[in-house]
């Protein structure tokens, strides 16, 4: 069997975890760096415990845009990316059960090993064996979901209502990022909150907030068009290319808000949230695009501020299924297009490219509903 074409494809060698067998499927490869292509790949193979997904909808993540590259070491070809997924049970393993073939679902991008000290503690972000799907790194590979079927342990994956389309629930894992990144802000009704940048993940942790019941957020950003989304979603924008600092402090009355959700992870942005908050104030880190920042040691110490890192979603799927399901966080304003598996190739360019007006592009493996 040919999978590329390419004579050294480890798909046909069989290094690729997950990928085996005769049966095969169309699937977007990245054959090496910069190279997507639609290709002809083994059917992954299904273990005991774990389902087999036809895939309806899978949404390019800003992570695999860092890996098409290279840049980020975390998607080294060949792969098939993706992990933002949904679609319809084609088949369930042995062992599974309470999910049928038919059963239209999502799951956790995170496969947690549900063993650990961790995973027993319910931290399943955490788990010492996490692997993430769609991902090549050193330490592992595991196939993702740009492919019209993907197979994922039952125990990561959540049944959708009717009403949530799967290009909706393939949004579902950073509505739960942000839902988690949010109850580790202790919100209340009192609460005031700035959102530092206004990307995917930074509109869905506004409308998080406004879940929670927080009183009033403000979302800076630098680029005009995500600030006029954050606006119709209720938020009071504030220009990041202005001193959007000094417009919280001023106002708040001088005193800052509780909490600054840094939704961008630049060290100009990780200071702006730590100047934003108040004395005894939390700021959540959830943005990580900078591998290091600097720490304005004294002014954390001495206003006893309190620096949470956030990472992924450990358990937050339900409740953000039944949010998206109830209207209160809405994700179709937020995707700007839904594209056949086909055009991948040009929308990763296009996004690689930081093409203005893009958010979320979300591809469509197969003809499901
Ligand atoms: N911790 C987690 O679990 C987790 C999960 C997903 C994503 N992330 C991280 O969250 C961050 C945001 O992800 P995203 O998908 O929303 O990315 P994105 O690129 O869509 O959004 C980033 C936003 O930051 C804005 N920005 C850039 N410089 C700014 C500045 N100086 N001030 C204010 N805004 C500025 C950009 O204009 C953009 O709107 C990334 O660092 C990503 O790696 C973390
Ligand atoms: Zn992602
Ligand atoms: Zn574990």
């Known amino acids: 069997m040919t999978c590329c074409g390419w004579s050294e494809c480890a798909l046909e060698v069989g290094r690729l975890e997950g990928i085996s067998g005769e049966a095969i499927m169309k ?14 790949v083994p059917m992954p193979t299904m273990e005991a415990g774990e389902v087999l997904i036809r895939v309806g909808a899978c949404g390019i993540c800003g992570s695999d845009v860092h890996g098409y590259d290279g840049s980020s070491g975390r998607r080294i070809p060949p792969i098939v990316m993706g992990h933002e997924a949904a679609g319809r049970i084609a088949d369930v393993g042995a062992g599974v059960t309470g999910l049928a073939e038919g059963d239209r679902v999502t799951f956790d991008s995170t496969i947690y090993c549900g063993e650990c000290g961790y995973c027993k503690r319910g ?63 202790e919100i209340t009704e009192e609460s005031r909150a700035l959102v530092v940048g206004a990307g995917t993940i930074g509109v869905l942790i506004l409308q998080a907030l406004q879940a929670a019941g927080c009183r009033q957020v403000f979302v800076s950003d630098v680029d005009s068009s995500r600030l006029k989304l ?59 695009i900078s591998q290091e920042t600097t720490l304005p040691l004294q002014r954390v110490v001495t206003r006893q501020i309190r620096l949470q890192g956030s990472c992924a979603s450990a358990g937050e799927y339900p409740q953000a299924i039944a949010l998206m399901a109830s209207g209160a966080i809405r994700v179709k304003p937020l995707i700007t297009a839904i594209a056949p598996l086909g055009e991948g190739p040009q929308w990763f360019e296009r996004l690689y490219a930081r093409e203005p007006n893009l958010l979320k592009v979300v591809l469509t493996p197969g003809p499901v509903s």
Request: glycine share 8%; with cysteine.
């Open 123 to 185: 931290d399943v972000n955490l788990c010492d064996h996490r692997q993430v799907l769609g991902v090549s790194c050193g330490d592992y590979s595991r196939a993702g979901a740009f492919a019209e079927f993907v197979a994922v342990p039952a125990r990561v994956v959540y049944k959708l209502p009717a009403s949530v389309s799967f290009a909706e629930a393939s949004m579902l894992e950073a509505v739960a990022v942000a839902i988690h990144a949010v109850s580790l802000a």
């Open 230 to 288: 954050a606006k119709d979603l209720g938020a009071e924008v504030l220009s990041a290319n202005e001193d959007a600092v000094a417009r919280v402090l001023q106002r708040t009355g001088g005193v800052g808000v509780d909490v600054a959700m840094e939704a961008v992870g630049r060290n100009e942005t990780v200071n702006a949230a730590i100047a934003s908050v108040r004395k005894g104030g939390t700021v959540v880190l959830v943005g990580n």
């Open 27 to 40: 699937a977007l490869l990245l054959s090496k760096y910069r190279q997507l292509e639609v290709a002809e």
